[in-house]
């Protein structure tokens, strides 16, 4: 059993020599191990080796020019994100601070590397694991996906739609996946010009509150079993 991250994968910084002030690092993955210069070679004896390493790419050096692999967000100084940044120069500082550059493309928030970006999942999508747990083995079918939102500015319904997940978080540990859903709307303010929000179908209640200009209010009759009054 061994950790898949990027301290672990291949990069790092060549700091094996103790007298070298500015070591250099590898710049596809500052944090992770087995890279050196060739200026160190007669230090490298000790020199961690990664984890991982990419399918037909045998890391058999440590001057090697390789994939990092692994799974997670990608730092975000990294080549393959930094590039979407914008510039960052005088004409920034003195007419466009404290806003985005004209040049920033929103790519850079994507996080995940490329070979870990999909499509907006739908539901229905066959998710298979392999050599990541225990079992070596686990599938499941990914369930429905889209998820009822109203927004509202007072009594105005500002957003009515179905969201479709942006990003699908897998914790093998505690055997578990996670969706995270998220919506974009222009502020005159701040997130306060919204007075309510709906997450998932609006139930009759909520429906009947709206129609009387009533706020609705969420009432739970199911008593608490005795773990549940000691855990409160």
Known sequence: KLPISYDVAWGGVDRLDPE?????????????????????????????????????????SPFGDYKPMSFG???????????????????????IFPFLPPDFDERYFQMAPPDQQIDHPRGGEDVVLINLTPA????????????????????????????????????????????????????????????????GPPTPGMQRAYAKRKRYIRKFNTPLRDEEHEAA
């Open 20 to 60: 070298d002030k500015l070591p250099a690092s590898y710049k596809y993955n500052p944090v992770g191990t087995g890279w050196s210069r060739t200026k160190n070679q007669r230090l490298i004896p000790g020199l961690r080796l990664p984890n991982t390493q990419a399918v037909n790419e045998e890391i058999r």
């Open 136 to 199: 070596g083995k686990e599938s499941f079918r990914m369930p429905a996906t889209a998820l009822p939102l109203t927004l509202f500015k007072g009594r105005e319904k500002a957003f009515v739609g179905e969201l479709l997940p942006d990003t699908v978080l897998f914790d093998l540990e505690r055997r578990r996946f996670s969706l995270v859903w998220r919506v974009q709307q222009r502020l005159q303010r701040t997130i306060l010009d919204f007075s309510e929000c709906w997450i």
């Open 73 to 95: 967000p990608m730092g975000r100084g990294w080549p393959g994100r930094i590039e979407y940044g914008g510039t960052y120069d005088q004409n920034w500082i003195d007419n």
